[in-house]
């Protein structure tokens, strides 16, 4: 299975040297949904693409080694961990890959 919830544009890299730990998994800016979820990957090595992560859930404040409370990548505190984020929310409808639609 692999979770396809926010890798619509990939991994986060985050800027070379920027930070002492970048938290990749932490809230990662400007991702998108990816593949929707299925248990047709058409790979005999895939069973299903999943959303696990809740889109829109937050893994709460990421600081990226700055000491926070602020997330230096969005310039705000992000909501506790499993609360309603609602910018990433929206990041992961903008760059959804496939793009989402109204059907």
């Not at 800027?15 to 400007?30: F, L, Q, R, T």
Request: charged share 25%.
């Amino acid at each position: 299975m692999i979770d396809t919830s926010r890798n619509g544009r990939g991994s986060w890299h985050p800027p070379i040297g920027k930070y002492s730990d970048a938290e990749v998994w932490c809230n990662p800016p400007d991702r998108g949904l990816g593949r929707r979820p299925t248990l047709e990957s058409g790979n005999p090595y895939v069973d299903a693409f999943l959303w696990i992560k809740i889109p829109g859930e937050s893994d709460g404040e990421c600081h990226r080694g700055r000491g926070g409370p602020a997330d230096p990548e969005r310039s705000l505190t992000a909501p506790a961990a499993g609360s309603w984020f609602a910018q990433q929310a929206r990041e992961l409808i903008e760059f959804a890959n496939p793009p989402m639609t109204e059907d």
